[in-house]
């Protein structure tokens, strides 16, 4: 919306068509980055560490544009979950101000929401003289806490598994050990201090359906499209290892290397209509699941058609079965 403002001004003062070209640093500078906010926190707790009640008043800075600033405070809300706050109140306002608006950075509203979390932890600890890990440790949820505030979410007793990796980690990270090294390392020197630590955190995943399409072309290639986009995560060679799969399950001489025969296109809003959003870390399994039954109905398809010719010719390769 910058950009396009600033663009038509131009053509408006010079009366004719403006093109603008941003570079990555500028375009950072005009539009996107995370939301500014104003924390302010009341805090009681016990002696031993354990918290007993928490309000929150959070302000943030939207910008002049909405973007997506709407989510921020149901994705800040829910990092509150890891911890037993006790009586647990919170106030977060979108600001609208005369700031560039702020995007969707990755975990928006949840990375600042762990941070503020993270920060009372270490004040807490702080001000008692503890360690900051026996703080984390005491204030997160049982499954009956977690239960009596989340009822809705909570799963089943089994699925609740923070403080079974919590203790795992410890365990199997040697942590303990590790600590008495480094406060034997920090005693021991002046100017040098070494630190190591632990957090928990808790992401709210939620699966939305994906568009996929598998194309099998004549030559025996494979083309495949998904909602999606490949913004480094990896999801153009999931989807590519999840159509080679699939499709191989036909169980053609020579299928094995399907992989080869595999690629992966860029969709467009004419070949694959509502292709959706690529956010939430779970657009990768939405979109190997849309391949997956793209391929297991093309699969279903060309079986009648493998076993005519297995009848007749015995063996058939994947090219030759395409050809039919």
């Known amino acids: 919306m910058a950009a396009a403002a600033s663009c038509a001004l131009a053509a408006h003062k010079l009366q004719r068509p403006?093109?603008?070209?941003?570079?990555?640093?500028?375009?950072?500078?005009?539009?996107?980055?995370?939301?500014?906010?104003k924390i302010t926190y009341n805090v009681g707790f016990k002696n031993n560490g354990k918290i007993t009640a928490l309000h929150l008043e959070i302000l943030v800075d939207a910008g002049?544009?909405?973007?997506?600033?709407?989510?921020?405070?149901?994705?800040?809300?829910?990092?509150l979950k890891k911890y037993d706050w006790g009586a647990l109140s919170f106030d977060i306002k979108l600001c609208r101000t005369n700031h560039p608006s702020r995007s969707a950075m990755r975990a928006p509203g949840d990375l600042q929401g762990s941070f503020i979390t993270e920060v009372i932890i270490e004040n807490v600890?702080?001000?008692?003289?503890?360690?900051?890990d026996s703080v984390r440790s005491i204030n997160l949820h049982t499954y009956t806490s977690l239960k009596e505030f989340y009822d809705d979410s909570c799963g089943e007793p089994l699925e609740y598994t923070?403080?079974?990796i919590w203790n795992k980690l410890a365990v199997s990270a040697n942590y303990e050990l590790r600590v008495n090294k480094v406060k034997e390392f920090n005693s021991t020197n002046i100017w040098k201090k070494r630190g190591i630590s632990r957090v928990p955190v808790l992401y709210d995943l939620n699966v939305r359906p994906s568009p996929g399409k598998v194309s099998i072309l004549s030559d025996g290639s494979v083309v495949v499209e998904v909602g999606g986009i490949e913004l480094?995560?990896?999801?153009?060679?999931?989807?590519?290892?999840?159509?080679?799969?699939?499709?191989?399950?036909?169980?053609?001489?020579?299928?094995?290397?399907?992989?080869?025969?595999?690629?992966?296109?860029?969709?467009?809003?004419?070949?694959?209509?509502?292709?959706?959003?690529?956010?939430?870390?779970?657009?990768?399994?939405?979109?190997?699941?849309a391949v997956r039954l793209s391929c297991n109905i093309l699969v279903e398809r060309l079986k009648p058609i493998k076993n005519k010719l297995q009848e007749k010719i015995g063996s058939i390769?994947?090219?030759?079965?395409?050809?039919?």
Not at 64 to 79: E, F
């Open 232 to 289: 480094g995560q990896g999801l153009w060679t999931k989807v590519k290892q999840m159509a080679a799969f699939a499709l191989g399950t036909i169980q053609c001489d020579g299928s094995g290397s399907l992989l080869d025969k595999v690629r992966v296109v860029q969709a467009d809003s004419l070949s694959l209509i509502q292709g959706g959003l690529t956010a939430g870390s779970t657009t990768s399994e939405s979109s190997c699941e």
């Open 18 to 37: 403006v093109r603008m070209y941003l570079n990555r640093k500028t375009d950072m500078l005009m539009v996107g980055g995370r939301h500014p906010m």
């Open 64 to 79: 002049i544009y909405p973007d997506v600033s709407a989510i921020m405070p149901y994705n800040i809300a829910g990092t």
């Open 162 to 164: 923070m403080p079974l």
């Open 317 to 324: 390769k994947w090219e030759n079965l395409i050809l039919q």
């Open 125 to 132: 600890a702080a001000t008692l003289s503890m360690e900051v």
